[in-house]
Nanobody, 123 residues
Framework: QVRLVESGGGLVQPGGSLTLSCVAS????????MGWYRRPPGEKRTLVAG???????MYADAVKGRFTIFRDNAKNTVTLQMNNLRRDDTAVYYC?????????????????WGQGIQVTVSS
C-alpha cells in the first residue's frame, strides 16, 4: 500500500502562484508514475500533469506554460508549481501514484490517490 498526503492548497488571486506538494509513504518502490489531477466544481476529475521516472512530464493543454511538475525520488515527493493562476483553475487537486507511468501520465491516474486539496482562485 501507498499513502499520499497533499499540502499547499488555499485561496489565491488571479495571476498569483501556489505550490502543491505530495509525499508518498509505504511501498514506494512500486511507484513508477506520479501526478496531479483536478476536479472543478460539477465536473469530472482530469489530468493536470504527470511524470514518470525520467524527463517525461505530460501536461493538460490548459496548464501548459503555467504549471510545472517536479519529482524527487529520494524524498518520494511530487510537486506542482502553479503560476499565473486563473479562475478556471479552481478545483480540488488530487495527487496520484501508481506502477504504470503511462496510466498516470495518460489520464487514467494511478492505483493510489490522496484525499484531495482545495485550490480556489478568486479576487
Amino acid at each position: 500500500q501507498v499513502r499520499l498526503v497533499e499540502s499547499g492548497g488555499g485561496l489565491v488571486q488571479p495571476g498569483g502562484s501556489l505550490t502543491l506538494s505530495c509525499v508518498a509513504s509505504g511501498n514506494t518502490v512500486s511507484i513508477n508514475g506520479m501526478g496531479w489531477y483536478r476536479r472543478p466544481p460539477g465536473e469530472k476529475r482530469t489530468l493536470v500533469a504527470g511524470i514518470g521516472n525520467g524527463d517525461d512530464a505530460m501536461y493538460a493543454d490548459a496548464v501548459k506554460g503555467r504549471f510545472t511538475i517536479f519529482r524527487d525520488n529520494a524524498k518520494n515527493t511530487v510537486t506542482l508549481q502553479m503560476n499565473n493562476l486563473r479562475r478556471d483553475d479552481t478545483a480540488v487537486y488530487y495527487c496520484t501514484a501508481g506502477q504504470s507511468s503511462a496510466s498516470v501520465r495518460g489520464g487514467l491516474g494511478g492505483r493510489y490517490w490522496g484525499q484531495g486539496i482545495q485550490v480556489t482562485v478568486s479576487s
